[in-house]
């Protein structure tokens, strides 16, 4: 007796589409099928491996779980779909959930292309039911053949449905993920999908809904660092990849349809990916003091909100800020020990019993900013040097003179003007010094030279460059990490100078 092999199941033709929505809910039918990752398949054509008994076994789960109230909510946000009509009977809503997620089991006969598979043709023009973010069935506007609804084949209306396990309720708005890198995009979903069957199968057995998502933006970064540590157990990187992440924040509730969009760029990503890596304490830190708890009612996990996280999403166009409110801490905290942080139910607790941020490494931290230069700011190797030198110098010789004064004046320094007044009395003041002192010419060196300073601070035509504050921070960043190593300012804890330091420059220049 002869077995013969079953025949290979056939594809049901889905692809790539570079299109954010089709291409999340594609993710999600991979993820959920369990073929994101299958041996020897190229990462283009994983989504030509989904077949109709995939399809199928997508069907049977939906059929029972949009129904839960947790799916209910969200269809309600994304498609608006008329089989949630309390008018039907359940039955009857079963019944058209199942002509939508069998409607690539059905010709298409329309006899124009699919907007997103033109190789096939469109089975009905679809509205904003079907597809978010579309109009309603009636307007004509912005369609350019002037006739309303956006042609859609039978397969683009099934495979949107990927959504559901996919795209997770964030603040009552659905996130979608767009990546110019499919892998990373899977992987993200592939990190979602299993948490969203795991609520809708809890939702449906308890009949409720269960505490909501929040914070966007965290959510994106929260997966990402799922995604790198994985990664990194295999020696792979997310920064090797080209590309960036953009978040869709959508609702296409009747109720008030609205979209905002944000961007991890690949230079933030993989300023991300090395912080974790190289820096992994130091960074851990300064996220853990950026979290914020969830609220009540928001789930305790997936409910928090991390400011730098959300931070990340501004750059590169917001470095400098990020740089002051994140990196410039652990300095600050150096030299002006700051008030312990007490939440909205500690006010009556004494501020002594109330714990303050822990100390951190600050060459770490320099370290840590210096991959930022490098990564995000784009800043060249050799002025990085040349900043660290001029600090290192400048400190150094504050420490030798214990000079608070000069260290007060550079910590309130401001603008081009101040600064280089100051580094030039600086710098006269130690010429002074070795000649007084007998040293040889040649044994004598100036604090700042003229290469230096415009090195730092100036453009080649001798104009204040257009980061000067920036560079002006990280000076100080530097100084600082010299004057504490030297253990100056525990030596000057009663020096009047050191307490009368403004603080202003924590809100900017003014």
Known sequence: ????????????????????????????????????????????????????????????????????????????????????????????????????????????????????????????????????????????NFYPDGQPGLPLSGLAITALHGLSVAAPLVSGRALLVDADDHALLLEVAGQWVGELRTRAELSLMKKERLAIWAAARTRLVEALREVMKKRHLVNQTVAGHTGSATIYHLSNSGQGPD????????????????????????????????????????????????????ALLSLPDNAQNFLRRFLMPPFRHTVFLPEPKRSKKDKKTDASQVAAPEPLNLARVWGLSALFLREVVGMDKGRIKAIEELGDRLGDWIVEENDMPLFRSLYEARGAGPLRHLLLKATLNKAKKDAASGMSKDDQDLLITDDAYLKVFME??????????????????????????????????????????ELTDEQGDQ
Not at 15 to 40: E, S
Not at 284 to 290: G, R, W
Not at 487 to 497: C, E, I, M, Y
């Open 259 to 310: 979209i905002q969009i944000y961007t991890l760029t690949q230079p933030a990503i993989a300023f991300l990916e090395l912080a974790e890596r190289n820096f992994k304490a130091e960074w851990k830190a300064l996220t853990s003091a950026a979290s914020q708890p969830a609220d009540k009612g928001k789930d305790e996990q997936h409910g928090t909100r991390n400011n730098l996280d959300e």
């Open 1 to 140: 007796m002869t077995l013969l092999a079953s025949p290979q199941a056939a594809s049901v033709g889905l692809r790539w589409t570079n299109n954010y929505m089709m291409d999340m809910a594609v993710a999600g039918l991979l993820a959920f099928c369990h073929k994101a990752d299958l041996p020897g398949v190229d990462i283009n054509d994983l989504p030509a491996q989904l077949t109709a008994d995939d399809l199928k076994t997508f069907q049977t789960w939906a059929e029972q779980h949009y129904f839960a109230p947790e799916l209910t909510s969200w269809i309600s946000v994304v498609f608006t779909s008329n089989f949630l009509n309390p008018s039907f009977t359940l039955e009857k809503k079963k019944e058209v959930l199942r002509e939508i997620l069998t409607s690539y089991q059905r010709p298409n006969l329309l006899g124009v292309p699919c907007a997103f598979f033109p190789e096939l043709p469109a089975q009905q023009r679809v509205a904003r039911d079907l597809l978010p973010m579309l109009m309603g069935r009636g307007p004509m």
């Open 460 to 501: 080649a035509d001798e104009v204040a460059r257009a980061d000067f504050t920036l560079a002006r921070d990280l000076l100080k960043m530097r100084v600082i990490q010299r004057l504490h190593a030297a253990d100056l300012f525990n030596k000057n804890k009663g020096n009047p100078v050191l307490q009368q330091i």
